[in-house]
T-cell receptor, first 114, second 113 residues
Framework: DTAVSQTPKYLVTQMGNDKSIKCEQNLGHDTMYWYKQDSKKFLKIMFSYNNKELIINETVPNRFSPKSPDKAHLNLHINSLELGDSAVYFC?????????????FGPGTRLTVT | SQQGEEDPQALSIQEGENATMNCSYKTSINNLQWYRQNSGRGLVHLILIRSNEREKHSGRLRVTLDTSKKSSSLLITASRAADTASYFCAPQGYGGSQGNLIFGKGTKLSVKP
């Protein structure tokens, strides 16, 4: 029944490793997003993606890449992890990228880089 | 894309009191949305108010929008301990990157029983 799900919930890894976080939505939405919430609880958008367009926040390092096998999934792949990547990552979805629709958020993945 | 700024940053009230949170933004919007985040959880959508609307209600929530002042307010009436959470406003522009929600730092509400 979960609308937007993420796995894993917790991820602890060492600097330099490559990791992925998976996201799935069963709402039939066209657009998915990735957000990063840092230790000060500031929530920043990283990517928005639908089957037509990927919009990248220009502040996001190219070590981060979204991968979408189909409309219901948007995974986040991170290369060469750094200490500063430690944060909670949230996936979200909505009906379309620019319309007046609310976003539905996943429960978050807490990433700790040691 | 644009960011909403919530005020106050923190608010502490007693159960049963009303809580008012404010949001300001800088450019024209398509709509403005309010979200709640409980500690350790994802954001939950509360209300969406369109640019041509001035007030909207949902249960104990009341949202107002003043596009001339580029501001919005969220009122929670008869607050409960379960309302303790952070509240974020997110103005939304029109399409493309302008359609992205840019969250501020939120208002941290604490409702004491």
């Amino acid at each position: 029944d979960t609308a937007v799900s993420q796995t894993p919930k917790y991820l602890v890894t060492q600097m330099g490793n490559d990791k992925s976080i998976k996201c799935e939505q069963n709402l039939g939405h066209d657009t998915m997003y990735w957000y990063k919430q840092d230790s000060k609880k500031f929530l920043k958008i990283m990517f928005s993606y639908n089957n037509k367009e990927l919009i990248i926040n220009e502040t996001v390092p190219n070590r981060f890449s979204p991968k979408s096998p189909d409309k219901a999934h948007l995974n986040l792949h991170i290369n060469s992890l750094e200490l500063g990547d430690s944060a909670v990552y949230f996936c979200a979805s909505s009906h379309d990228p620019g319309g007046s629709y609310e976003q539905y958020f996943g429960p978050g993945t807490r990433l700790t880089v040691t | 894309s644009q960011q909403g700024e919530e005020d106050p940053q923190a608010l502490s009230i007693q159960e049963g009191e009303n809580a008012t949170m404010n949001c300001s933004y800088k450019t024209s919007i398509n709509n403005l949305q309010w979200y709640r985040q409980n500690s350790g959880r994802g954001l939950v959508h509360l209300i969406l108010i369109r640019s041509n609307e001035r007030e909207k209600h949902s249960g104990r929530l009341r949202v107002t929008l003043d596009t001339s002042k580029k501001s919005s307010s969220l009122l929670i009436t008869a607050s409960r301990a379960a309302d303790t959470a952070s509240y974020f406003c997110a103005p939304q522009g029109y399409g493309g990157s302008q359609g992205n929600l840019i969250f501020g730092k939120g208002t941290k509400l604490s409702v004491k029983p």
